[in-house]
């Protein structure tokens, strides 16, 4: 599979325009200039919404909803934001101060886990009120917290302690809601579910191991790769220095696996029992320059979203003229001077989150 450069762009920062006249956005936020909405073919800025009085740590659009837009931050908020009225957020939730590195909509946007300081919180969306307390789960900062794609009340939470709990939040005595723990003994990156069924968990560690889990609630090890970096090393045309994340494909039953260099190479591979394959490599002159954070991607429509250090953001093609990697890219953009460090996809209105800091 080979990709090439769609598009690039720099932040600007337009007034707001009539979100329904732009359906189709991704959205950047950064620490200091709040979060802004651009369309996903030309990366124009449409929109301009509020922001935080600190950093911005997960951002991720409704489903149900698309015009709305959550975003949680290190100043201890929890921001809902309705693209048709950008000026003000319409809700939030408040912490007391302790930051959130994370938050996530259940399936049926009911509840929302978050990760708060070494606390996993569940918050009641109906009405934004706490529902669960989690205060034992973990003994460091929930790095990162992932809602099952179908089971309204499983959650998924990684830790600095190396810890990643499988927590179900129907049980009416908390102490009986958490169903497994695995322990990874270093410092979660990203966590997240695979597998046709969302059966798997996946994480991504500090140190560039990657671990798959077999079956939601059981302490079964599917895949341990301790130095994943190294064991791409040598089949990969560029530098392997750190693992950006994964993201799963339900058509093929596919956890994809991406990873970048320091000079801005990002690459795709496919892990399966007979290891990792390179499926591409994503360069071009006006592409990448520096560490690549986020990546989302739209498999249907073969269309791989970046964003990276060097305050980038590219959207690549597939580009069936040629039978192998490189990838070039389509269109590439910037965010100012801020850096985008995550990106996802809104499936409902083929939207793209970026997240940025500076």
């Given amino acids: ?6 598009k690039s762009v720099i932040h600007t920062f337009p007034a707001a325009k009539d979100f329904d006249k732009n359906p189709y956005v991704f959205d950047v936020c950064n620490n200091t200039q709040g979060l802004l909405v651009y369309d996903e073919q030309t990366l124009s800025c449409s929109i301009q919404l509020g922001g935080h009085a600190a ?20 100043d201890g908020t929890v921001k809902v934001w309705d693209m048709r009225s950008p000026h003000a957020p319409v809700s939030s939730i408040s912490s007391g101060g302790k930051p959130f590195w994370s938050a996530h909509l259940n399936s ?3 509840m929302m886990s978050t990760g708060c300081g070494r606390l996993v919180r569940v918050y009641d969306m109906r009405t934004q009120k706490l529902f669960r307390n989690y205060s034992d789960v973990h003994t460091e900062d929930v790095t ?27 049980p009416e005595d908390e102490d009986d809601s958490l169903e497994a723990v695995f322990n990874v003994e270093v ?7 695979c597998g046709n069924l969302a059966q798997q968990v996946y994480c991504t560690t500090n140190i560039h191991s990657l671990q798959v889990m077999w079956d939601v609630g059981k302490e079964k090890l599917l895949v341990n790769v301790e130095d994943m970096r190294g064991a791409l090393q040598s089949t990969s045309p560029h530098p392997v220095d750190y693992l950006v994340d994964c ?8 956890l994809h696996l991406f ?28 592409g990448h320059v ?26 690549w093609k597939h580009d069936a003229n040629s039978s192998l990697p490189p990838i070039s890219t389509d269109r590439a953009g910037g965010v100012g001077k801020h850096a985008c460090v995550r990106i996802s996809v809104n499936r409902m209105r083929d939207t793209v989150e970026v997240e940025g800091s500076v």
Wanted: glycine share 8%; with cysteine.
């Fill in 1 to 6: 599979m080979a990709f090439r450069l769609s």
């Fill in 55 to 74: 950093a911005v740590n997960d951002i991720h659009f409704s489903l149900l909803s698309p015009h709305l837009l959550y975003s949680s931050s290190s």
């Fill in 108 to 110: 049926d946007e009911t």
């Fill in 144 to 170: 990162q917290v992932r809602c099952h794609p179908t089971l309204p009340s499983i959650t998924v939470s990684g830790g600095e302690d190396g810890l990643i709990c499988v927590s179900n939040h129907q």
């Fill in 187 to 193: 410092a979660i990156s990203r966590i997240g579910f």
């Fill in 247 to 254: 993201k799963y494909q339900r058509s093929t039953d596919t």
């Fill in 259 to 286: 990873t970048g260099s320091e000079s801005g190479h990002l690459s795709m591979w496919r892990l399966s029992s007979d290891g990792p394959q390179l499926e591409a490599c994503m360069q071009d002159k006006e």
């Fill in 290 to 315: 520096a560490i690549v954070r986020g990546v989302c991607c739209d498999f249907e429509k073969s269309i791989i979203w970046s964003g990276g250090e060097d305050c980038k953001v590219c959207m």
